[in-house]
């Protein structure tokens, strides 16, 4: 391995302003209109993908309530606002004049930082995939579910509804103790379809 090939980890300030979109990199959204521009950190790293370089900013999710909407919805929210962490392997620096949004200059993180800056920034991403995950379960009404209840282990409960937690959803079940049927909140990650 050359000298070059070597993946480094930069960080790079991004303005925070809404920014437009190349044609290319637009998409729909749910109404079916397209969005053209993004804040500028997303915008950045949607362009930085799009060019085949690695990148991650630091998010967390948040459920905010926009409007008049009943229920919250998921949000993604910065948590350092205005950098992006970039790794970079020879030559493709080049290609960051590219994009816009991006300062033009970064600093490359000291290899004794690079380890726990990495570990900070998966946290940040594994947290967002379990918030996907817990999303995207579907269960039915009345479906039998196992489910981990704490000090009853995993068991047998029907499953009734979704309903939006503090933090992220949850599964509302009915589970039957001492021939009580009685209602409990159990997160969806500790959720699986029986059979």
Known sequence: MSKTDRATLWVYKATSKMIRLPVELQEKDEAGEFIDRLRGEFAVER???????ECAIATKLEMVRL?????????RAMVLPN???ITLRGSEIFKLSEVSGLSRMGMAVPLGEE????????RMSEAERNFDRAQSCEFKTGDQILAYLGPFGEQMVEFKRMV???????????????GKEQILSVDPLDARKAG
């Open 164 to 178: 939006d937690g503090s933090e992220h959803p949850v599964l509302e079940v009915h589970f039957e103790v001492m």
């Open 115 to 122: 380890r726990k800056v990495r570990s900070f920034l998966e």
């Open 67 to 75: 409007g008049k909407q009943r229920r919250a919805k998921p949000q």
């Open 47 to 53: 362009q930085l993908q799009a060019k085949g370089i």
């Open 83 to 85: 950098y992006i962490f």
